[in-house]
């Protein structure tokens, strides 16, 4: 049975203030590319460690796709296997995600690069190695 509250029309002045709420919201301006709390991340994804290890899991967790050396990870619990300074900058990267962006390529980007060079890994999941 849905909530009566669900069902009730909106006051005048809830409407205004929603929709002034709203008006605020588009207004604000989109957050620039954390660029060095993603290169930091590049940078540990790239070596062979347990850090870099869920640098890189953590990365393509957010965009969705799956770990290029086969390795599956535990999405965001991955951020418990970080050291202070890269658990900074994944929550760094994940609150500029999470909202508007004036391009996602920044992170696509690097997710291509560490798609290409870890893809020729055995027992890689990307079927080219």
């Not at 347990?50 to 796709?65: I, N």
Request: aromatic share 6%.
């Amino acid at each position: 049975m849905p909530d009566a509250h669900l069902d009730r029309q909106l006051t005048s002045a809830e409407r205004s203030a929603g929709l002034a709420e709203l008006r605020r919201l588009i207004c604000l301006p989109i957050p620039p590319v954390p660029e060095e709390s993603l290169r930091a991340l590049h940078e540990a994804a790239c070596s062979d460690t347990g850090g870099s290890q869920a640098s890189r899991s953590f990365l393509f967790w957010l965009a969705g796709q799956p770990d290029p050396t086969g390795y599956r990870g535990s999405g965001g619990l991955e951020l418990r296997r970080l050291d202070h300074q890269l658990r900074a900058a994944a929550l760094e990267v994940l609150n500029w995600w999470t909202g508007p962006t004036r391009s996602d390529e920044p992170l696509y980007h690097m997710l291509r690069d560490l798609e290409v060079r870890f893809s020729s890994l055995p027992g890689s999941d990307t079927g080219r190695g």
